[in-house]
């Protein structure tokens, strides 16, 4: 039992952190869940990721023929919503689960179910879509402004770092938004002055971040080179036998799904980064109190 009590040792939200620090801890938070947050991640991210490789899959065929616009187009525009509607669940998995293990005694998640937690994933996937609607926009229009000023050498890397700190700060705004149970306004002000006091921390986390996600991400596309290169070089009979090219689709499918979850369970471990972040800037530039109210999570 002591033994059991050590691996679910509760993780303080609220305490200041260093990057590295930030990144370690959200490491622990999944090792320490990692079975409640693969069970969560398996009924609501995967079927979503099934889906979305339709539309990957669809919008690759359609490239590799000839380039066939309209189907282009749609599978494009079907990929990218419901991207949008994967990085909302992958908030809202984190976020339940904060609010499950914030409210515990002991952090001990295990025996947490998804019946347990419907409800609650319903309402906060509600908040965080809401939430989204206002940040996708201004999102858009940050990218504009950014692609402008990309092309002025004397301000390009400044633009570039200062577009990465205004992403993490609306980034930031659904973790406002769900965990302190504010109106969306306010949270956007909150993410707005916490990164005033923290942008460097904020940019070296995004930096740091970025690293960790381009590894994983380099890893999980290395079986769809592979296939890509047997394909093109060791298969040049496969546009004329129908069995050899089904075959080859399936594989391919199979693979975009597996690079499609492992995206969103990389966007788990950015938005528990988030997470971490959110409490090490509450930890040092809130009132204690506030941080003790907020860690009750007394409206769960």
């Keep these: ?40 991640s398996i009924y609501i991210l995967l079927p979503l990721a099934l889906l979305q490789s339709v539309g990957t899959f669809t919008l690759v065929k359609s490239i590799a023929s000839d380039y066939q616009y309209s189907s282009t187009d749609s599978s494009f525009l079907l990929t990218l919503l419901l991207t949008i509607i994967g990085m909302c669940l992958s908030y809202t998995v984190i976020l339940t689960l904060f609010q499950y293990y914030m409210g515990s005694d002991d952090g001990d998640l295990s025996m947490l179910t998804f019946s347990d937690t419907r409800g609650q994933l319903w309402r906060n996937f509600k908040k965080v879509f809401v939430s989204s609607l206002p940040i996708i926009t201004l999102m858009a229009i940050i990218s504009l402004v950014m692609f402008v000023l990309m092309f002025l050498p004397l301000v390009s890397i400044l633009a570039l770092l200062a577009y990465a700190v205004l992403c993490a700060i609306l980034m930031m705004v659904p973790i406002y938004y769900v965990l302190e149970a504010i109106p969306l306004g306010d949270a956007f002000n909150r993410s707005y002055g916490h990164a005033k006091e923290s942008w460097g921390r904020m940019l070296g986390l995004i930096c740091a971040l970025f690293f960790v996600i381009s590894i994983i991400q380099s890893v999980t596309a290395v079986p769809i080179m592979v296939y890509a290169f047997l394909v093109e070089n060791l298969v040049p009979s496969a546009e004329t036998l129908l069995s050899i090219k089904l075959g080859l689709d399936v594989i391919l499918y199979i693979l975009l799904i597996v690079q499609s979850f492992f995206s969103y369970l990389t966007m788990v471990l950015v938005i528990t980064c988030l997470v971490f972040h959110y409490g090490s800037n509450a930890r040092e530039n809130d009132d204690l109190a506030i941080a003790h109210d907020i860690d009750n999570f007394a409206n769960l």
Excluded: C, H, Y
């Design 1 to 40: 039992m002591e033994a059991r009590n050590d691996i679910t040792r509760k993780i303080p939200l609220f305490a200041r952190r260093t990057v590295g620090e930030k990144i370690n801890t959200s490491l622990d938070f999944l090792r320490q869940n990692w079975r409640t947050a693969l069970k969560l």
